[in-house]
């Protein structure tokens, strides 16, 4: 616990937005996952774990562009 209090709020951020990111792909690819239309049942981890790694990257992609504005932006 020590070690979070030890943070700058900067890195708390960047570590609420890192985990917000990853419960989102994992929602996203239980989501996928269950799609019967696109995976069989029998293949939901293949199902799954597309939904989950195509989501996280097109997300973390959305936050470092958004990043990148802001910090053009505030110079």
Do not use: H, P
Not at 7 to 32: D, F, R
Not at 47 to 55: C, K, R, T, V
Request: charged share 15%.
């Amino acid at each position: 616990m020590t070690a979070l209090k030890d943070l700058t709020q900067e890195q708390k951020t960047e570590y609420i937005i890192a985990l917000s990111l990853l419960a989102v792909s994992v929602a996203v690819g239980v989501v996928v996952g269950m799609n019967e239309e696109w995976f069989a049942r029998r293949n939901f981890t293949a199902g799954y774990m597309a939904g989950s790694l195509l989501s996280v990257l097109l997300l973390f992609a959305v936050y470092r562009s958004i990043s990148f504005l802001l910090n053009l932006f505030r110079k």
